[in-house]
């Protein structure tokens, strides 16, 4: 059961930011199995701000079933964040929205996007040293009838743009088929998108052990923290830097440590979100079993 409450102490951790929760506060908990799925109750603790981005589903639940709204602290206004998250969750690639600030670029042109001007989103991937996760890039709509070169644009734009009032996402569209009657691109069959899975947050365990691994000091266990934060973060993000030169400070220690522990070569893993999900490992020749000179089961005859 999900539950709203003060901290009791500060000694409880926010799950998203990963800033400590000050004594008293407000803080939203999310029950979830143990570790080790043995049917244990644990709760991942959150500032409220933090689950309306990271949990809004659930954070607007709770939210809802508060008998009095008046003693939660901006209670309408985190209401309405979570609800501005799950649209924005429900955008599939591509989909149109106001840039929230001036940080992010142009994939395309690589020029500034003004803060609040109309851009459209598109899927790429990021790399950051041994982390490679997907997220959002940004185009100008002009840079993105060039570059995605899809007649079909429009029509995906006014049915993934939930973000958007219907003056803007007029506006998007008439600025997107402005610039394709300018660069006409040959039709091509399109697909109805398929429907979009419930999004389920599959991160809460691994994120359970990296706790473990922070109270005993092993640097994987901050890696696998920032790698799932860099997954959550938009390119735009002014944390990114940061949170990036951390990674690479800490990819050294922090694989060699599951090379260690795994007893695999140096460079043999490849890794997800820190954690790693598979092995290239070469076998020498004379390390291999010797194979007998019968089959199983087989007996010398007389």
């Keep these: 059961m999900n539950v709203i409450e003060p901290a009791r102490t500060s000694r409880s951790r926010c799950r998203h930011c990963r800033k400590e929760i000050e004594e008293g506060d407000l803080r939203f908990g999310s029950d979830h199995e143990g570790m080790y799925a043995d049917g244990a109750e644990a709760y991942g603790w959150y500032h409220l701000r933090c689950a309306a981005q990271r949990l809004p589903e659930a954070l607007r ?46 994939i395309r042109c690589d020029q500034p996007i003004g803060k609040g001007e109309l851009r459209v989103a598109v899927e790429r991937e990021i790399v950051t040293g041994t982390f490679a996760t997907v997220g959002a890039g940004y185009l100008h709509p002009a840079c993105a009838v060039a570059h995605l070169e899809d007649p079909a644009l429009s029509t995906q734009l006014r049915a993934q743009s939930p973000l958007l009032s219907k003056t803007d996402l007029d506006e998007l569209v008439a600025a997107c088929e402005a610039a394709a009657a300018d660069h006409p691109v040959e039709p091509r069959k399109v697909e109805a998108p398929a429907p979009r899975a419930a999004r389920v947050d599959d991160r809460t365990a691994e994120l359970v052990f990296a706790d473990e691994l922070i109270e005993r000091g092993d640097p994987r266990g ?3 923290v920032i790698a799932s934060q860099l997954r959550e973060l938009s390119p735009e993000d002014p944390r990114q830097r940061d949170l990036s030169r951390r990674a690479q400070e800490l990819l050294p220690k922090a694989t060699a440590k599951w090379h260690d522990d795994l007893e695999v070569p140096r460079g043999s893993l490849t890794f997800d979100r820190g954690v790693p999900t598979g092995a290239k490992v070469a076998l020498a020749k004379n390390k291999l079993p010797r194979s007998s000179s019968r089959a199983p089961g087989c007996t010398s005859s007389s």
Excluded: F, M, N, Q
């Excluded at 079933?65 to 799950?86: M, Q």
């Design 61 to 106: 639940d709770a939210l809802k079933k508060v008998k009095k709204p008046g003693e939660i602290p901006d209670h309408d206004k985190l209401v309405a964040t979570c609800d501005l998250s799950l649209k924005k969750s429900a955008s599939r690639y591509p989909y149109g929205e106001r840039a929230p600030s001036g940080h992010a670029r142009c």
């Design 222 to 224: 901050e890696a696998i």
